[in-house]
């Protein structure tokens, strides 16, 4: 990818790709903040298709049984 090209980001469930080994998988890890405060888990991870690797998650939080659940994404340097 050149520089200032624009990636295209796909959710891992999404596209035909894996996770090498499921030990290696954050999906439904739990996020927390330095002190220690939890922020919600990891839902999903955007992939960037052409280099076929991670630039984003998407943090879950909040909700029962679905409802109020909310989601955000978040850059992965």
């Given at each position: 990818?050149?520089?200032?090209?624009?990636?295209?980001?796909?959710?891992?469930?999404?596209?035909?790709?894996?996770?090498?080994s499921p030990d290696e998988d954050i999906r439904g890890r739990?996020?927390?903040d330095r002190s220690g405060y939890e922020?919600?888990?990891?839902g999903a991870l955007g992939i960037d298709q052409e280099e076929q690797k991670v630039r984003f998650l998407v943090l879950e939080h909040g909700g029962?049984?679905?409802?109020?659940?909310?989601h955000k994404?978040?850059?992965r340097p």
């Open positions: 990818m050149e520089s200032g090209d624009i990636p295209v980001l796909t959710r891992l469930s999404d596209s035909p790709h894996v996770v090498s739990k996020v927390t922020l919600g888990k990891v029962f049984l679905g409802i109020g659940h909310s994404h978040r850059d």
